[in-house]
Every structure is written in structure tokens, then in C-alpha cells.
């Protein structure tokens, strides 16, 4: 479990290190993050249970996306993909969807947008940047969310 977490942790700091380099991230980590995160999902909760969350998890990124899309092409009239919104912040939201049950999935997901509003306006100070670094800012987010679990007395994210 330990190692699984590990890896997930290392995934998502080279995920947060390629998306601020270079504002793009090797398209293989996404899948290899979100089978990370599906096992450790899976290894805490029954296996129809999963699916179930899963399902709905993914709906819930779909949805978020469709609005998106449609908000950004029918009122601000820009192209959606990778001039508004990065492939790899889509594929990270659709690998952050396997990982966790639905509620904690939604306050993750909430969590980490409103921590990358944030971060990118505090750092966007004193580091000129053009984009939001998305995927790198939920990337360290949930770091942090991984690293405060493995304190004593730190309820599970998994625990419905």
C-alpha cells in the first residue's frame, strides 16, 4: 500500500515539475497515475462499490468538461482544447476520477482547483506565467493530501 502510494507521490511531483518546465507532461504518466490511484482505490473498497464511484466520477468530469466546453465556445468564442483548457488537464481529470470514492473525489476535486486559483495567483507574482499549470498545481495538491493521510488519526479518503 505504502509502495503504492510512493508511486503515485512521485507521479505527481514529475507531473508537477514537466507542467511548470515546460508547460506540457508526457502523455504515458496520465495512465500510469490513474492505475495507481484505481489500485489504491480498489485495495479499500469492494469491488462493485468502485466501479460505482468510478462511473460517477467520471460522469461528473464529463459533465464539468461539456459545460466548459461549451461556455468557452458558444460565450468567449475560443477554441476549447489546448488554447483554453490543456489535454493534460483533462486526462489528469479523468485519472484523478478513478482514485477515489465520489464524495472524496468531488471535495478533491473542488480542493485542488481552488488551491491552484490560488497558488497560480500568489505565484503569478513573482513568476510570470501566461497559463495556469493545472495538472502541476492538482498535482501538488494532492501530494499534500497524500502526505497529511499518513499522520496518525488522519481520517481515510476512502472511507464513505
Given amino acids: 500500500m505504502l509502495a503504492l502510494q510512493t508511486l503515485t507521490f512521485a507521479g505527481c511531483g514529475i507531473m508537477a515539475f514537466q507542467d511548470f518546465k515546460d508547460r506540457e507532461v508526457t502523455w504515458v504518466?496520465?495512465?500510469?497515475?490513474?492505475?495507481?490511484?484505481a489500485l489504491l482505490h480498489l485495495f479499500h473498497v469492494e469491488?462493485?462499490?468502485?466501479?460505482?464511484?468510478?462511473?460517477g466520477n467520471v460522469v461528473v468530469v464529463s459533465g464539468i468538461l461539456l459545460i466548459l466546453w461549451a461556455v468557452t465556445k458558444y460565450?468567449?468564442?475560443k477554441v476549447f482544447l489546448n488554447v483554453s483548457f490543456g489535454l493534460g488537464d483533462v486526462?489528469?481529470?479523468?485519472?484523478?476520477?478513478?482514485?477515489?470514492?465520489?464524495?472524496?473525489?468531488?471535495?478533491?476535486l473542488v480542493g485542488s482547483i481552488c488551491f491552484s486559483f490560488?497558488?497560480?495567483?500568489?505565484?503569478?507574482?513573482?513568476?510570470?506565467?501566461?497559463?495556469?499549470?493545472?495538472?502541476?498545481l492538482m498535482g501538488i495538491f494532492l501530494m499534500a493530501v497524500t502526505l497529511l493521510t499518513l499522520f496518525p488519526n488522519t481520517p481515510s479518503l476512502y472511507v464513505i
Fill in 91 to 108: 486526462l489528469f481529470f479523468y485519472a484523478l476520477a478513478l482514485g477515489f470514492p465520489t464524495i472524496t473525489f468531488i471535495y478533491l
Fill in 75 to 77: 460565450i468567449f468564442k
Fill in 47 to 55: 469491488m462493485t462499490l468502485f466501479f460505482v464511484s468510478v462511473l
Fill in 118 to 136: 490560488v497558488a497560480f495567483f500568489l505565484l503569478n507574482r513573482f513568476i510570470k506565467m501566461k497559463t495556469v499549470p493545472l495538472a502541476g
Fill in 29 to 37: 504518466l496520465f495512465p500510469i497515475l490513474g492505475l495507481l490511484m
